[in-house]
T-cell receptor, first 115, second 113 residues
Framework: AQSVSQHNHHVILSEAASLELGCNYS??????LFWYVQYPGQHLQLLLK??????LVKGIKGFEAEFIKSKFSFNLRKPSVQWSDTAEYFC?????????????FGKGTHLIIQP | KAGVTQTPRYLIKTRGQQVTLSCSPI?????VSWYQQTPGQGLQFLFE???????NKGNFPGRFSGRQFSNSRSEMNVSTLELGDSALYLC????????????FGEGSWLTVV
């Protein structure tokens, strides 16, 4: 079965700072990778996804992520964060074509942006 | 196109009772999956249904069950509720094609007292 590790459980940044949230996964085969965001009081929303092709993927709201296969990593980045980016961020993985364990999520990173 | 709709949004139940949660997937989506979200365990996969058949199941006790109807709508049931079942239950749907994306509903907040 696959597993996902998010390195930072809580991150506090000031507005305009750069952001990088770490995500590593464990799985012996090929995977689809996702970053979801959960704003306070709202449902999970897809930020971006990687299925194949260019390992640098761009998502909504200026976020991007880079898939590094050799490191089993899929780190999320944003060059300049805003107060509205305050949210919980989840990295998730599923084997290509789906898997018996559905989407496997990391524990999440609680990001707080200070004005 | 409407998103994934879950009902009820909030409910309070007593230990020992049972509960049924409902999910309407995005129109055209035939795959529906359920997840439990708690502060301690995070997001955990419960089960997935496709064309009225359970396709995958997570590591939860048999008190947790589900079903899917011919219109792809799904329900999940938890019997003999325990305090630890208090959680946000999320339903997600996808069109199950290669490279599919999973879309989540707003969830049903269950509190067991």
């Amino acid at each position: 079965a696959q597993s996902v590790s998010q390195h930072n459980h809580h991150v506090i940044l000031s507005e305009a700072a750069s952001l990088e949230l770490g995500c590593n996964y464990s799985y012996g085969g090929t995977v689809n990778l996702f970053w979801y965001v959960q704003y306070p009081g709202q449902h999970l929303q897809l930020l971006l996804k990687y299925f194949s092709g260019d390992p640098l993927v761009k998502g909504i709201k200026g976020f991007e992520a880079e898939f590094i296969k050799s490191k089993f990593s899929f780190n999320l980045r944003k060059p300049s964060v805003q107060w509205s980016d305050t949210a919980e961020y989840f990295c998730a993985v599923t084997p290509i074509g789906g898997g018996a364990d559905g989407l496997t999520f990391g524990k999440g990173t609680h990001l707080i942006i200070q004005p | 196109k409407a998103g994934v709709t879950q009902t009820p949004r909030y409910l309070i139940k007593t230990r020992g009772q049972q509960v049924t949660l409902s999910c309407s997937p995005i129109s055209g989506h035939r795959s529906v999956s359920w997840y439990q979200q708690t502060p301690g365990q995070g997001l955990q996969f419960l089960f997935e249904y496709f064309s009225e058949t359970q396709r995958n199941k997570g590591n939860f006790p048999g008190r947790f069950s589900g079903r899917q109807f011919s219109n792809s709508r799904s329900e999940m049931n938890v019997s003999t509720l325990e305090l630890g079942d208090s959680a946000l239950y999320l339903c997600a749907s996808s069109d199950d094609r290669s490279g599919n994306t999973i879309y989540f509903g707003e969830g049903s907040w269950l509190t067991v007292v």
